[in-house]
């Protein structure tokens, strides 16, 4: 879009050195350690100082899940966070305290482009603290198309359903759900994924959660750590669950020894892009089924998010400021695209490809039937950091499914009072 590129010359002016005689501004990048999201960074960058050789961008990277939160919450608070860094929006964002260590961008001409939902899940009253990166995307069971075709099953609407398929895909001798423990941020999927179902039986739980008035442990948020109990019970896992990655999940989807696999649709579609192309066709997602078929509905995350610390001040804030908008400029788009969306863009400047994944046609089906809910996490800020851990227990068979629920109930409740929400 011109706009955004005359934007962001303009920004740009500010950003040379004085005289220029002492070299780029340089700027530090952060993002996650996964091999996808360094590969889009170094895309993003080398386009970037392309258009900007003002500018010199280093790239630095974190993992993912609660080590990557705390690597965060500590940079922060130190005041040593990188220039621009990637973080989740919703509720992660809320428990960085924005308005003390994050820099608004709610005056940013872009802003104006950037759908109302994402822009709430990156904001607080004093300010709006998150670019959009990458698409929404959906939350439930990838599966292979292959394997449900030979086996002739049909996607289930209910979790009664569900399991029926399962037990016919254990006798074909497939495993039925793979579960990769050893990356243990994608053991939140049956619980998370199912909060559309939540709230289509209840649609204000997420404000009376938010008011300290719900809990997991009570039905309908309980159903959700029940099933994962259930399936852990019926032995419907991998043999290696506990020690199996979230890479060698997808190779196990995408070459028939495994049938499904809970996961965001964006993690799915990239990994699948890079590593087996051919196969990207082979691959669907349905919701995690509630119990009752009428409450099935497929759970929506909203993008990740940029940010810029308020400890970036001056010639570099331009700089990262620039960086941000470059993201989702023309050029940027394109390169968001050959990652692989997953789901609608939130900015109005960037558009899908017309050959988009199956998967994304799945969730755009849903979508058009008015069955998608959005995840807790856009809903509330109270999400507890050890949920990953609780789940793994949980889906191990340390912890039952009620001591999961009521261990997450504790870790939300200090969660919570950290943020002084009353009713906590």
């Given at each position: ?20 005689d002492?070299?780029?501004?340089k700027?530090?990048f952060?993002?996650?350690t996964d091999?996808?999201a360094?590969?889009q960074?170094?895309?993003m ?8 050789p ?10 993912a ?12 608070a130190?005041?040593?966070m990188?220039d621009?860094?990637l973080?989740?929006?919703g509720a992660?964002?809320?428990?960085l305290?924005?308005d ?9 001409p ?11 899940a990156?904001?607080?009253d ?6 959009p990166?990458?698409t ?13 075709d030979?086996l ?7 979790w ?16 039925p759900?793979?579960q990769?423990y050893?990356d ?10 199912s ?11 997420a ?5 300290g ?6 039905e309908p948020?309980?159903?959700g750590?029940?099933h994962?109990?259930?399936l ?25 020894t495994?049938?499904q ?6 993690a ?7 590593n087996?192309p051919d196969a ?19 759970t ?10 308020a400890s ?12 941000v908008?470059f ?7 394109e ?7 997953g789901?609608?863009?939130v ?8 050959d ?9 089906q849903?979508?058009d ?5 959005l995840s ?9 950091p050890?949920?990953?851990n ?10 039952s ?13 200090k ?10």
């Amino acid at each position: 879009m011109p706009a955004i590129v005359a934007a962001s010359a303009l920004v740009l002016a500010g950003c040379s050195s004085p005289g220029g005689d002492a070299g780029p501004t340089k700027i530090t990048f952060l993002t996650w350690t996964d091999d996808l999201a360094v590969q889009q960074a170094e895309s993003m960058i080398d386009a970037f100082e392309e258009e900007n050789p003002d500018i010199e961008i280093v790239l630095d990277t974190y993992p993912a899940g609660a080590e990557g939160d705390n690597i965060v919450k500590t940079r922060l608070a130190t005041g040593e966070m990188s220039d621009v860094f990637l973080y989740n929006s919703g509720a992660l964002m809320q428990a960085l305290n924005p308005d003390s260590t994050l820099y608004s961008l709610a005056d940013e001409p872009w802003m104006a482009e950037v759908a109302d939902d994402f822009q709430a899940a990156v904001a607080t009253d004093q300010g709006v603290y998150g670019a959009p990166t990458g698409t929404a995307q959906a939350g439930g069971i990838i599966y292979s198309k292959k394997v449900y075709d030979e086996l002739g099953l049909s996607v289930p609407e209910s979790w009664g359903d569900f399991m029926a398929n399962n037990e016919k895909i254990k006798e074909a001798g497939i495993t039925p759900v793979f579960q990769s423990y050893a990356d243990t941020w994608t053991a939140q999927m049956i619980v998370l994924g199912s909060f559309a179902n939540v709230t289509a039986v209840d649609p204000d739980w997420a404000e009376e959660f938010t008011a300290g008035k719900r809990k997991y442990a009570d039905e309908p948020a309980f159903a959700g750590f029940e099933h994962l109990q259930e399936l852990a019970d019926a032995g419907l896992f991998n043999e290696d669950y506990a020690s199996a990655t979230y890479n060698e999940a997808v190779g196990a989807l995408v070459e028939g020894t495994a049938a499904q696999y809970p996961l965001l649709t964006n993690a799915m579609i990239r990994n699948v892009r890079q590593n087996y192309p051919d196969a990207i066709d082979d691959l669907g997602i349905f919701p995690i089924p509630a119990d009752d078929p009428a409450d099935t509905r497929l759970t929506m995350w909203q993008p990740n998010a940029l940010y810029v610390p308020a400890s970036t001040e001056g010639e570099k804030r331009d700089a990262a400021l620039a960086f941000v908008e470059f993201f989702n400029s023309p050029a940027g788009c394109e390169i968001q695209n050959e990652s692989e969306p997953g789901g609608p863009y939130v900015i109005s400047s960037c558009e899908l490809p017309e050959d988009v994944a199956p998967i994304v046609t799945d969730v755009e089906q849903w979508f058009d039937e008015g069955k998608t809910g959005l995840s807790i996490g856009f809903l509330s800020p109270v999400k507890g950091p050890n949920l990953e851990n609780i789940l793994v227990e949980v889906g191990s068979g340390i912890s039952s499914a009620q001591q999961g629920a009521e261990a997450y109930d504790a870790d939300v409740k200090k969660q919570a009072q950290q943020l002084g929400l009353p009713g906590w």
